[in-house]
């Protein structure tokens, strides 16, 4: 295992979330919102249900769910040029609007929800590390309040909930920030169930491989950063 004698940054324990907030209602115009703040991150996550789907689905009485994600000019330190304005999204957009939507479809039972499409809008104001990760577990309420809405609620089979792990000077720790990521020798996304269930897991070593059990480390922690998140998101629901 990686070394644990050092502090963190934030002076954060090693198996401590940072600090997290969902409140529901935000944006008033769409089937469902939810503005989660995880430490210095804060997106913003809208649900649009529209009464069509993509051509390869029609006549097949299913559903879709699709994400968009973006990232506000000065939601960074320095200001981020909008991607509109260069006629194209980066690879790194696409690829995590692409995670969003896999993390949330798994979560759903397409057939319950009939020829209708579901967007879920993921719009980052403040990066701090952790935004893909507080995108799915924000989208997700957002994706639960529409589909209460549309009076679809018997489609969600399951709750999701995502969160970063990693190794670094002071061990294997839960929830990086942007000081913690930038700097990490293995950086980690899980995207987890309630049920005990994984959706996905993202796994990269920035300087030497790490091993099996530092990697179960990881899982451990992601499980114990993931059971808060999931009470942050039943708590939000709840005072909707």
Request: hydrophobic share 40%.
């Amino acid at each position: 295992m990686t070394d644990t004698a050092g502090k963190r940054p934030s002076g954060r324990a090693p198996d401590e979330n940072r600090i997290v907030s969902i409140e529901t209602g935000f944006a008033r115009h769409a089937e469902g919102s939810a503005l989660i703040r995880v430490g210095g991150t804060e997106v913003l996550c809208t649900a649009t249900i529209e009464d069509r789907v993509p051509p390869f689905l029609r006549n097949k009485g299913q559903g879709w769910i699709t994400a968009e994600y973006g990232m506000l000019p000065r939601a960074t330190h320095s200001r981020g040029q909008r991607e509109a304005a260069k006629g194209k999204q980066s690879g790194r957009t696409q690829e995590i609007q692409r995670l969003i939507a896999r993390s949330l479809r798994a979560c759903v039972d397409l057939k319950k929800i009939g020829e209708r499409t579901i967007t879920l809008d993921c719009d980052v104001l403040n990066a701090d590390g952790g935004t893909r990760c507080a995108s799915i577990t924000g989208a997700w309420v957002a994706l639960s309040l529409a589909l209460k809405k549309a009076k679809r609620s018997q489609a969600l089979t399951a709750q999701v909930a995502a969160v970063s792990c990693g190794l670094t000077d002071a061990g294997a720790v839960l929830d990086l920030d942007y000081v913690e990521d930038s700097s990490a020798q293995a950086d980690t996304n899980f995207v987890l169930t309630a049920d005990g269930g994984i959706i996905e897991i993202q796994g990269t070593a920035e300087d030497k491989p790490f091993q099996e059990s530092e990697f179960f480390e990881l899982l451990r922690l992601a499980k114990l950063g993931t059971a808060r998140l999931f009470e942050a998101q039943n708590k939000a629901l709840e005072t909707t």
